[in-house]
Each structure stands twice: as structure tokens, then as C-alpha cells.
């Protein structure tokens, strides 16, 4: 199999699977292979986001971390994941999908067995923020390499009907998981389960799927890169630090300042850069542009909303680890049903009303949770928001992952890799700022004389109600930007 180098070629020109790998019907059996060690990498890097919250209690007690440590155990992840998935999904299109895949994978398992030994908080960070770069590769490479693979028919709604429902029972399966294993074992192996995942995907990357298609010539743009890190870094640290120095306080003012500022430089060097990290032509399809924009804000609407959930059940109901993983099993079930579902209904809409749709079910969920209170129970103050958040974030993301990669050509790589970042860095700042919201109404409401369980209740509502608005607004902005379907084209993946 040789790698195409143009960089027009269609990814649909590569088939995964070695020749001779085929059903009694026909089929290439070697890249159903490849999808499931494609879906199995990229779950389990998204599932390093969510696995770490049931074990933060044991965590933070067994390292005598501080709140402001512990809390950065799971931001740090996301911030450098975020930062790095545009480099990643570049130095993919430049160097090969499957190698930058395979290496993401490797680097991903080092350093997790670096975090489950680590017997520091800074040791602890240092892990977190590698596995966030080695993830940020993997997730960058995936979902485009799976997109080469299927380039277009029923096979490819099929490979993005399985991604949805291996990626919406990740989730809930990593926080039971990680329930179980701390249990059971220790929070050390949240990390170390890790290892061997991650190199069996490895080990079936490598032997199924496809190389992926190379652009001759192209570089990679590290100045854009690096101001684009920089920006990301300082916004998110700015409102991470906000809630201890103060909303005036000069450094958080500064770090805010020179995040923007940097932001600005890299939209200024995507203009006059040669071979750019974003390539314009990628944002001039307007469905693929609104892709991005949903996926960015169900990043809010998820990983803050499980956050949120996630200690409410530890504060409010004093759920243990493993309770609190069955307690996320309605996550699942409202993914999986609308997977099977969501193939019709984009065939009936167009899909920015779709993304515009999903976007609504995930800020509806963070709204209700604005709801909450000391007396709420499971059924009425949790479930509907776990089911909601299970049925719109599997919308947007799958739905915004076709969009990117179709007929994306030498630069998949870098398209897909978008909608993780914008993802990514919407759950960083979405958490960073809902994180603020929570703990400085908290602080308000135990100086007015509130009991403590009381208080921290109405810092999760308060953060309900203003994630879950911006959420909203999002969907309405989203819906009023749709593009309206030509005839015949709704029913074409990626149309």
C-alpha cells in the first residue's frame, strides 16, 4: 500500500486493511480491525479526562494536595490537550497518520506509568501534562485516519455510528471503572490501566489500518503554535487563578491580557504563514466552520457538567466511587440510543440544525442543573441531566466529526484534529470558568452563615445556570448561522 503525497488527493483513494484480509461477502475485514483499534485509542484518551474524577478524594488525601493542586490534576490534562491537537493533527498530515498514532500511543503509555508511580504532586502534574500532549496526538490522528479509511458510503456511516457509541459509553465506562479500580485497588491505577490499553491499540494501528496520506513539502508552522499554546495557556490559567487572586487583581488581569494578545498574533501569522496550522480553505465551508463552533461549546456543557454531577454526588449524597460510575450509566444509555437514531435524522435536516439540536439537548442538561439543591435527589436533580448531556454531546461530536474530515484531502489530519481541539479547549475554559463561578458563590454563601453542603449546592447551581445559558445561546447562534441543504446533498455523509 503506497501513501499518496498530494496534497488534493481524496482520502477516499486509501483502504484500510492488507490485501487478502476478506469476508465470505467481500468485505475487507482488515480495516473493521482498524476501527476497532482506532475507536479503542480515541476513547481511551477522552476517558483520561473523566476517569481521574471518582479518585480525586483518595488523590488528593494519599498526596496532600491542595484544592488548587487537585483541581489542576484534571484541568492540566485538558489545557495541554487542547493546546497541542492542532500540532498534532499537522505533523500528522506532514510525517503519516498511522505513525503519529502509533507514537501518541506509545508516548500515552509511558506516561501514564510515570502518573500511577509518581509519589509527588509535582511528579503527579508532570504526568498529566504528558499524557495531555501524547493524547492530544492520538485524538488528533484517530478520527482522521478513520475517515481515510471509510471515505464514503454506508460503511462510513456505519464506522461513525460505532464511533458515537464506543465514545458515549466511554465515558460512564471510565468513571465506573475508575470507581472500581479505587475501590478495589488504589487511584494509582486509574493511570496504569492505561498502559496496556493503549499498547494493544497500538499494536492493531499498526497492523490494520492505513498509513494515511502525506503532503509533500508541507511544514509544520511552530511559531503559530506556539503563540497559539501560549494564548491558551495564559486565558485558561487567568480564570483558573481568578477565584484566588481576585477578577481585578493585576495578574489575572495580565495573564487574561497576554492571553488575547498572543490569540491575536496566531489569527495574524494564519494570514501570512506559507503553509499555515489552520489552512484557510478548511473554515471556508460554512457546515465544517459551525462544526467547530458546536464542538467548542458542547466541550462546556460536558466536562463541566460532569464535573458538576460528579461532586454532587460526592458532597451532596456521599456516593462512593464506584456508586458514583453506575450512577453515569444513563450517559451511556441516552448516547447509544442516539446514535442509531441521529443517520435518519440528518438525512431529514440539514446538518447545522442538527448540530444546532445537540447543542440544545447539552445546554438544556447544564441548565437543569441550576435546579439543584441540598434536598434534590437522584431521579430529579441528576438523571435528566445525565441523559441529556449523553444524547447532545454524542450529536454534536459525531455529527461535527464527519463534517471536518469529509473530502478533507492532505489535510484531514489537521480537520479533525479541530473538532477535538475545539472540544478540548472548550471543556479547559468552560471548567476553568464554571470552576470560578462555583467557588466564589460558595465562598458567599458560607460567609452569609449557609452549612457547608448548602453552600457548595448553590456554587454548582449558580455554575448550572450560567454554563448552561452561554450553552443555549450557542445553539440559537449555531441555528441561526444553519445552511439550508441542497437537494439530494442531506443524505451524503459530510453534507
Do not use: K
Not at 499498547?199 to 502525506?214: K, M, W
Not at 479547549?425 to 449557609?450: K, R
Amino acid at each position: 500500500m503506497t501513501v499518496s503525497e498530494g496534497p488534493g488527493t481524496s482520502g477516499g483513494a486509501q483502504q484500510a486493511g492488507r490485501p487478502g484480509r476478506r469476508g465470505p461477502d467481500g468485505r475487507d475485514i482488515g480495516r473493521w480491525w482498524a476501527l476497532a483499534a482506532l475507536t479503542g485509542a480515541n476513547m481511551l484518551v477522552f476517558a483520561s479526562v473523566t476517569i481521574l474524577n471518582v479518585a480525586l478524594p483518595d488523590l488528593r488525601t494519599d498526596l496532600s494536595l491542595t484544592a488548587g493542586t487537585t483541581r489542576w490534576v484534571v484541568t492540566l490534562y485538558s489545557l495541554v490537550f487542547g493546546m497541542l491537537i492542532l500540532l498534532g493533527g499537522r505533523l500528522g498530515d506532514v510525517l503519516g497518520l498511522r505513525s503519529c498514532l502509533v507514537g501518541g500511543l506509545v508516548g500515552f503509555s509511558a506516561a501514564s506509568v510515570l502518573g500511577g508511580l509518581a509519589a509527588n504532586a509535582e511528579l503527579l502534574l508532570l504526568a498529566r501534562a504528558l499524557q495531555g500532549g501524547a493524547g492530544a496526538l492520538v485524538a488528533a490522528t484517530a478520527v482522521s485516519l478513520m475517515s481515510v479509511t471509510f471515505p464514503a458510503g454506508r460503511d462510513r456511516a456505519l464506522a461513525f455510528a460505532v464511533l458515537g457509541v464506543v465514545m458515549g459509553v466511554g465515558t460512564p465506562g471510565s468513571l465506573l471503572l475508575g470507581g472500581l479500580l479505587v475501590d478495589l485497588l488504589s487511584w494509582r491505577w486509574c493511570l496504569l490501566v492505561n498502559v496496556p490499553l493503549a499498547l494493544l491499540a497500538a499494536v492493531g494501528v499498526q497492523l490494520f489500518a492505513p498509513p494515511g496520506e502525506r503532503r509533500a513539502g508541507a511544514r509544520v508552522d511552530v511559531a503559530g503554535a506556539a503563540l497559539a499554546g501560549l494564548g491558551l495557556a495564559a486565558v485558561v490559567g487567568g480564570l483558573d487563578r481568578a477565584t484566588a487572586w481576585g477578577w481585578s487583581d493585576a495578574r489575572t488581569l495580565g495573564l487574561l491580557l497576554g492571553g488575547a494578545v498572543a490569540l491575536a498574533g496566531f489569527a495574524l501569522a494564519l494570514r501570512r504563514a506559507t503553509d499555515p496550522l489552520i489552512p484557510p480553505h478548511l473554515l471556508r465551508r460554512r457546515t465544517r466552520s459551525l462544526g467547530y463552533l458546536a464542538a467548542f461549546f458542547v466541550g462546556v456543557a460536558m466536562f463541566a457538567g460532569m464535573f458538576v454531577l460528579t461532586v454532587f454526588l460526592q458532597v451532596a449524597h456521599d456516593r462512593s466511587p464506584t456508586e458514583i460510575g453506575i450512577a453515569f450509566v444513563p450517559f451511556m444509555l441516552g448516547a447509544v440510543a442516539i446514535t442509531w437514531v441521529l443517520p435518519a435524522l440528518r438525512a431529514s435536516v440539514s446538518s447545522s440544525s442538527v448540530l444546532a439540536l445537540g447543542l440544545a439537548a447539552a445546554g438544556g442538561a447544564v441548565l437543569t442543573l441550576a435546579l439543584l439543591s441540598a434536598r434534590s435527589t437522584y431521579a430529579t436533580g441528576v438523571l435528566p441531566a445525565m441523559v441529556l448531556l449523553g444524547v447532545g454531546g454524542t450529536i454534536v461530536m459525531i455529527t461535527a466529526a464527519d463534517l471536518a474530515t469529509a473530502d478533507a484531502g492532505g489535510d484531514s489530519g489537521v480537520a479533525g484534529s479541530m473538532v477535538n481541539s475545539a472540544q478540548q479547549l472548550g471543556a479547559g475554559l468552560g471548567t476553568a470558568l464554571l470552576t470560578s463561578v462555583m467557588t466564589t458563590t460558595t465562598h458567599a454563601e458560607l460567609t452569609g452563615g449557609a452549612e457547608p453542603v448548602a453552600a457548595a449546592v448553590a456554587g454548582y447551581a449558580r455554575s448550572g445556570l450560567v454554563g448552561g445559558t452561554i450553552v443555549i445561546l450557542a445553539a440559537c447562534l449555531v441555528w441561526a448561522m444553519r445552511a439550508q441543504p441542497r437537494p439530494g446533498a442531506a443524505t451524503r455523509p459530510g453534507a
